[in-house]
């Protein structure tokens, strides 16, 4: 876990809040007015709120922006008794967001920071507002969603190394020293501008896992891939109706070498059939660190037009 004050140089200078409301010691960022619309950003695997660090300043004079740390990321805490799957990164969540009492939402969604919000949404339609999709899967019960994360995994580096990994063993001890391999594990994924590699930047990245005690949440998430402990949210036919009347928008990083494009993004077309895609050549899975300023341009236009 980081320390609770650590800004990283000054790259990440946002006051730290921490709820207590899923059973542990949950971090998140809070800015922005508190009567303004909310902008709910959810990273992914293995990063945390920093990855939003360029976004918050451009959304957050008139938009209250919340940025939480997973349980097991960042500096929230990594309860050693719990279980890091899926549906309790969305219980987390829901636990979160209810205490908050957080409405007008719109979720802004990395990694598997798309499932955990979609779980979010299928329980919560009347609190979503959008839905904008940054590299993030978005299943929200479609009947294809098993072959399309099974076809994705054939091509992935990422998704063959938790296979193997998790077959001879080395998934535990390989991902427990995530702290000293986290710039190989970012590259495996598909990060591509090693421009913004500093030392800052690699301790922002690699300090929350600085124990194998400390990994558990990216253990976790990859653990539950390899035996199949993930389980999707299925919307009622209600909230199905109602997410799929919502704003939304997907950006995608062409290069992202762990989700494909041609595998995921129809998944969220398959919801939102009417709405953009904006597809970046160059950009990676990580598009907040490889294209930070187009990125957060485009959501801050989408929010504005709609």
């Known amino acids: ?13 946002f006051t730290p809040h921490f709820s207590a409301a899923s059973g542990f010691r949950m971090h998140y960022v809070d800015e922005g007015p508190r ?11 293995p990063t945390w709120g920093y990855l939003f660090r360029h976004l918050v300043p451009v959304l957050c004079a008139t938009r209250r922006v919340v940025v939480p740390d997973h349980m097991g990321f960042g500096k929230s805490a990594t309860p050693a008794e719990r279980s890091y799957w899926l549906q309790d990164h ?3 969540l829901e636990a979160l967001v209810v205490a908050l009492d957080l409405t007008d939402v719109t979720l802004v969604m990395h990694d598997f920071g798309g ?8 329980r919560h339609p009347d609190r979503i ?6 590299n993030g899967p978005t299943p929200f ?7 399309r994360v099974t076809a994705n995994a054939q091509v992935s580096p990422w998704f063959q190394w938790i296979a193997s990994a998790a077959a001879n063993g080395e998934l535990e001890p390989v991902l427990g020293q995530l702290g000293f391999n986290i710039l190989s594990t970012l590259k495996l994924n598909g990060f591509e501008n090693n421009a913004v590699i500093t030392d800052a930047w690699l301790a922002a990245y690699g300090s929350p896992f600085a124990r194998p005690a400390d990994c ?6 990859a653990r539950g891939f390899a035996t199949g402990a993930h389980q999707f949210e299925a919307p009622t036919a209600a909230a199905d109706r109602a997410i799929r009347g919502k704003p939304a928008l997907a950006i995608w990083g062409e290069a992202d070498r762990t989700l494909h494009a041609d595998h995921f993004l129809p998944l969220f077309s398959a919801i939102f059939p009417a709405a953009p895609v904006r597809r970046l050549a160059g950009v990676g899975h990580y ?9 957060a341009g485009l959501i801050a236009e989408f929010i504005a037009q709609t």
């Open 141 to 147: 019960g479609q009947s294809d969603l098993l072959a």
């Open 129 to 134: 507002r959008r839905v904008i999709s940054a």
């Open 216 to 221: 558990l949440g990216a253990i976790g998430w």
């Open 115 to 122: 499932p955990v919000g979609m779980g979010l949404a299928a």
């Open 287 to 295: 598009c907040f660190e490889d294209a930070p300023q187009e990125v």
């Open 1 to 13: 876990m980081v320390q609770p004050d650590a800004t990283f140089d000054g790259t990440f200078p």
């Open 90 to 92: 969305v219980d987390n």
């Open 35 to 45: 009567h303004g619309e909310v902008v709910l950003c959810l990273h992914g695997e």
